[in-house]
C-alpha cells in the first residue's frame, strides 16, 4: 500500500512537470516527484528488528544480533541535501528570467526569446 502511494507521488510529480507551464510550478513538480523517489527507497530500506549501530555499548548491542546498514542513510540524507541545492539553483534561474520577461509562463518565454 505504501509503495502505490509513493509511486502515485512520483507520478503527480511527473505529469506537474509535463502539463504544467509556469516554472514555478514545474519546479515544484520536480520537488514533489524526487520527494516521491526518496520516500521510495525510505520504504525498501524500513526493515523492523534492525538496531542502530552505535559505540556507547558494543558488548550488549553486538549480543542483540542485527545492525541496520547506514549507508542507505547517508546515500538518501545526501540525495535530499543534493535535491534541496538544486531546486536553490533553479529558483535563482527562474529569479533570473524573472526579471527580464513580465511571465514565467514558458510559451511566452520561448516567443519572445531572441538570440
Known amino acids: 500500500m505504501i509503495e502505490a502511494c509513493v509511486f502515485a507521488t512520483v507520478l503527480c510529480g511527473f505529469f506537474g512537470l509535463i502539463l504544467k ?19 521510495y527507497y525510505v520504504a525498501i530500506a524500513a526493515r523492523g528488528g534492525k538496531i542502530a549501530p ?9 549480543a542483540r544480533g542485527a545492525f541496520a546498514d547506514p549507508v ?4 538518501i ?7 534541496f541545492s538544486i531546486q536553490a539553483l533553479m ?3 527562474v529569479m533570473k528570467l524573472a526579471h527580464d520577461n513580465p511571465t514565467l509562463e514558458t510559451e511566452a518565454i520561448e516567443r519572445s526569446y531572441r538570440p
Open 91 to 93: 529558483l535563482v534561474g
Open 77 to 83: 540524507l545526501t540525495a535530499i541535501v543534493i535535491g
Open 72 to 75: 542507505p542513510q547517508a546515500v
Open 21 to 39: 507551464r509556469n516554472l514555478v510550478m514545474k519546479i515544484i513538480a520536480m520537488d514533489v516527484m524526487s520527494t516521491g523517489t526518496i520516500a
Open 54 to 62: 552505535l559505540a556507547s555499548n558494543p558488548e550488549a548491542t553486538l
